[in-house]
């Protein structure tokens, strides 16, 4: 059943609204409207609709629109034009009591930095949808006890939210939206002030909550594993606009590699995935013990045509080919120093992944991996762009 | 050129003022009268309270305000024993408490005139635009030229130096309750907007207790200001210690001048750290 559904929505920041708009028409880009108009475009002509029980993520780059339309939904921010229909109703329609009735009872927001109010305690935080509603003291404790209680917080209900780790804060975050009980969670990149560890616990706990209680729920993100971990569907945006709209599997097997890459120079800089996330085991050749025809064994062995070279400390020497190896096999050799080539990059393992694209596209071998000279991996194209798209399958893991 | 200048004859700058401030005062001489009366009335009640209490008794709660508003530290209730033990000891108690009556009224009154302004300021980009010259306006002013309002609409006394007071006083807690409620994190009003919150829930449940510090900073300054003027004051009657540094201004009686220019600032340091206290103490 259609939960929300988004018409033609625009919205623009500023004055000279009706120019702004001619020039987006016109395909203009959006720096330039701003350089000749100062009006910002925050959504353009956004359209979709958002089933009951999905969960529906919108991603794209900073700046892109996503926080204006989240904020379009529950007319925090007024639109231009267009029409949102919650529940069949239009909300661009209604008057201020109406819109407020709709706030308490049928959506509430999580907030990327938690949106908890400082002076009051984690009960009093939780209890506040429940008080502006005017409902009875002790039917909201209750039911804000509860609330805390289903996220495993009722003994911290005295602290104040400066008193809790950030992961439990954002617990209090949701206990504070569910006590509500709404139909639809708007959740403007909730997680994404979260560390790696306690953001996958919160995503898997959304996943459970969305079993267990079928709320409608949109998902705020600019990381694609997020996206592609909670969301039944994703909408993507670049400058206001929604260019796709579809599953994870949709989008990953249609434009991919471009899109991938757009992400990627989205992608929060720290949360990112390093170089080690995507590098795989290196097949490896030791220079002081192996000759060529223990090299020509492995990697028949292991179906390969190179190996990096290493010594007995395991420090990365270089790497031999399939071919040379051969060659000197041929002749006798012993060692296979005499072939050994070293014009292969390194990075090492605690790079960003976006960091070494560049390299990667560029160089013709693989990439090793080092930490500290010795070697620990490998870079191989195909593997680390499949491996943006899926690393939490854990496919590439490869230790 | 300067005959230029002088063909146009002197504007009636001085003669306009006058007669708005006649008609002012002639057509609402009654509510003057009585904020002026009942002011007095008020203001001398609640003297005559402050010099019933035994002086020793009065020291000892300051100093034991001071001493809990502190966090429990000896320094403010130790300065304000022997502080106070000296104006009492350089006869000074009544006019103390003349001063303090007078500040009390002032503050308050500024304060119960000043947040809710500030509160419209932080609403309305309008109201920011028209009031804020307002404030600079006031604050560029010379205090005693409040006093020039204030004897045409009451007279002399305690009452025209509580107004002028007042006026002088304002612009601090409005300033700062503007800024404190404006500087309330985005995301918390936003919070207080998605739940369903109305203007005033949000304003008493979320803005000011969130602005709070902010201004009580504000009320702070207000306090000391209305001091300052109430000194000033003491040139249109007002009593207190204003009036013992003026008389002796004018006697030229440096000794006695010093006495109670000293009172003044024990006084002062003295409502500066309890006001600062009290606004550190939940935070
Ligand atoms: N109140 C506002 N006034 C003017 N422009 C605004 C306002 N809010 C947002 N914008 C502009 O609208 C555009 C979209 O902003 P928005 O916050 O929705 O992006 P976002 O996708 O959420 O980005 P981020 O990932 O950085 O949070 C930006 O260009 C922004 O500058
Ligand atoms: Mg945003």
């Known amino acids: ?399 | 050129m300067s005959k230029m200048l002088d063909s146009i004859p002197t504007l009636p700058v001085a003669d306009t003022v006058e007669n708005v401030m006649d008609w002012l005062t002639g057509s609402f001489s009654p509510l003057f009268d009585f904020v002026q009366n009942g002011g007095k009335t008020a203001m001398e009640f609640i003297t005559g309270m402050l010099v019933a209490i035994p002086p020793v008794v009065f020291i000892l709660m300051i100093a034991l305000i001071a001493f809990f508003a502190t966090k429990r530290k000896f320094g403010l209730a130790i300065f304000s024993i022997v502080g106070l033990f000296y104006i009492y000891n350089q006869g000074l108690w009544d006019e103390l408490m003349n001063t303090i009556t007078l500040v009390i009224f002032a503050s308050i009154i500024a304060i119960i005139i000043g947040i809710p302004i500030g509160i419209l300021m932080s609403k309305s980009s309008v109201a920011e635009a028209i009031i804020k010259p307002i404030l600079d306006f006031m604050q560029t002013m010379p205090g005693f030229v409040y006093l020039i309002p204030a004897v045409a609409f009451f007279g002399i006394g305690v009452v025209p130096g509580v107004f002028a007071s007042v006026i002088f006083a304002l612009p601090p807690t409005v300033r700062f309750t503007n800024l404190g409620i404006r500087q309330v994190p985005k995301e918390l009003v936003e919070a207080a907007d998605s739940y369903g919150s109305t203007g005033w829930q949000k304003l008493l449940k979320v803005e000011l207790p969130l602005a709070r510090s902010t201004i009580m900073a504000g009320i702070n300054q207000t306090v000391l200001l209305s001091l300052s003027m109430v000194v000033i004051a003491s040139m249109i009657g007002a009593p207190g210690l204003g009036r013992e540094v003026l008389s002796a201004l004018q006697r030229a009686q440096v000794g006695n001048g010093f006495v109670a220019g000293l009172s003044l600032v024990v006084f002062a340091i003295i409502i500066d750290r309890l006001t600062q206290s009290l606004n550190k103490k939940k935070s």
Do not use: C, W
């Open chain 1, 1 to 399: 059943m259609e939960k929300i559904k988004v018409q033609h929505v625009t919205k623009i920041f500023g004055k000279h609204i009706t120019n702004a708009l001619k020039l987006v028409e016109e395909k203009k880009s959006k720096t330039e409207i701003l350089e000749k108009t100062g009006a910002t475009i925050g959504v353009y002509d956004a359209n979709f609709t958002v089933n009951e029980g999905e969960i529906f993520v919108i991603m794209g780059l900073s700046g892109s629109g996503k926080s204006t339309l989240v904020r379009l939904l529950n007319n925090l921010i007024e639109t231009t034009s267009g029409s949102i229909y919650i529940d069949g109703e239009d909300i661009s329609k209604m008057n201020k009591q109406q819109l407020r009735k709709i706030r308490r009872e049928k959506m509430s927001m999580v907030f990327q930095n938690f949106g908890l109010f400082p002076q009051r305690t984690v009960l009093a935080n939780t209890e506040y949808g429940l008080e502006v509603r005017g409902i009875p003291k002790e039917e909201r404790r209750l039911k804000a006890e509860k609330a805390l209680d289903n996220a495993g917080l009722l003994p911290y209900k005295d602290q104040y939210p400066s008193q809790l780790s950030g992961g439990m804060q954002q617990r209090v975050g949701l206990a504070r939206a569910l006590a509500n009980d709404p139909d639809i969670l708007l959740m403007d990149e909730a997680f994404s002030a979260l560390d790696p560890l306690i953001r996958k616990e919160m995503q898997d706990e959304l996943l459970d909550l969305q079993q267990k209680v079928k709320k409608t729920i949109i998902f705020i993100t600019h990381d694609l594993n997020e996206a592609l971990r909670i969301g039944d569907r994703i909408a993507l945006m670049k400058d206001g606009k929604i260019i796709q709209i579809g599953t994870g599997e949709e989008i990953l097997t249609n434009p991919a590699n471009d899109y991938v890459k757009t992400f990627l120079e989205d992608v929060d800089r720290s949360k990112v995935l390093t170089v080690e996330n995507a590098m795989i085991r290196p097949i490896t050749v030791n220079i002081e013990l192996d000759g060529p025809k223990v090299a020509l064994q492995r990697m028949r062995e292991e179906e390969v045509s190179v190996l990096l070279a290493i010594d007995k400390k395991r420090a990365f020497k270089g790497y031999i080919t399939a071919d040379d190896a051969l060659e000197a096999a041929k002749r006798g050799e012993k060692s296979v120093v005499s072939f050994l080539k070293t014009d292969m990059p390194t990075v090492p393992k605690d790079m960003l992944i976006q960091d070494v694209l560049g390299l990667i596209s560029e160089s013709p071998t693989p990439i090793a991996v080092v930490n500290e000279n010795k070697l620990v991996g490998v870079l191989i194209r195909g593997v680390v762009i499949q491996s943006l798209a899926s690393e939490t399958e854990g496919v590439t893991k490869d230790e």
